[in-house]
T-cell receptor
């Protein structure tokens, strides 16, 4: 079992719709969770991080964390073509911050 | 100046030759990482460092070694490059605390012929 798992997609949504991206992780002791966005040919950039159960909202983005189910998700409201990118879930493991990524979900927003 | 720089940005080499990629950060971050990125695999951790001279293996460490003699520098060495090591390599760093946001370098594209 991979430590961090994501559906690779592509996930296609029409412009203006809600995109839902999901991530599961293996270590119940994990405390913080990160979503990065990566455009083709570029470095990943942080979208959001969350470390408490529940929802965290930032503009059009909402991160949801359920530690009991070992599940974290990212919702993108009012999706725009500029949101088309690969979204990477990242989880630090252990006391020495071994940061492990999922395979990423490619999102395509159709105009 | 960029907080983290990688060199070289592009390199073409032949099978069997040694290759060293350099990562330099000016953030005084404790943790540094080397990842490789290939289609369909996301970012896979090669090695990481949690302090000067303190390193550990990631999920794809075979064929790679690292060294960290100073806080700011983290070197990745391919002792004898193989075609399977053709990839884009990203270096990243972060400090301490709960919200350990990674700062990424621009990436190094390595082609092994």
């Amino acid at each position: 079992q991979k430590e961090v798992e994501q559906n690779s997609g592509p996930l296609s949504v029409p412009e203006g719709a809600i995109a839902s991206l999901n991530c599961t992780y293996s270590d119940r002791g994990s405390q913080s969770f990160f979503w990065y966005r990566q455009y083709s040919g570029k470095s990943p950039e942080l979208i959001m991080f969350i470390y408490s159960n529940g929802d965290k909202e930032d503009g059009r983005f909402t991160a949801q964390l359920n530690k009991a189910s070992q599940y974290v998700s990212l919702l993108i409201r009012d999706s725009q073509p500029s949101d088309s990118a690969t979204y990477l879930c990242a989880v630090p493991f252990g006391g020495y911050q071994k940061v492990t990524f999922g395979t990423g979900t490619k999102l395509q927003v159709i105009p | 100046d960029a907080g983290i720089t990688q060199s070289p940005r592009h390199k073409v080499t032949e099978t069997g030759t040694p290759v060293t990629l350099r990562c330099h950060q000016t953030e005084n971050h404790r943790y540094m990482y080397w990842y490789r990125q290939d289609p369909g695999h996301g970012l896979r951790l090669i090695h990481y460092s949690y302090g000067v001279k303190d390193t550990d293996k990631g999920e794809v460490s075979d064929g790679y070694s690292v060294s960290r003699s100073k806080t700011e520098d983290f070197l990745l060495t391919l002792e004898s490059a193989t075609s399977s090591q053709t990839s884009v390599y990203f270096c990243a760093s972060t400090g301490t605390g709960v919200a350990n946001v990674l700062t990424f370098g621009a990436g190094s594209r390595l082609t092994v012929l």
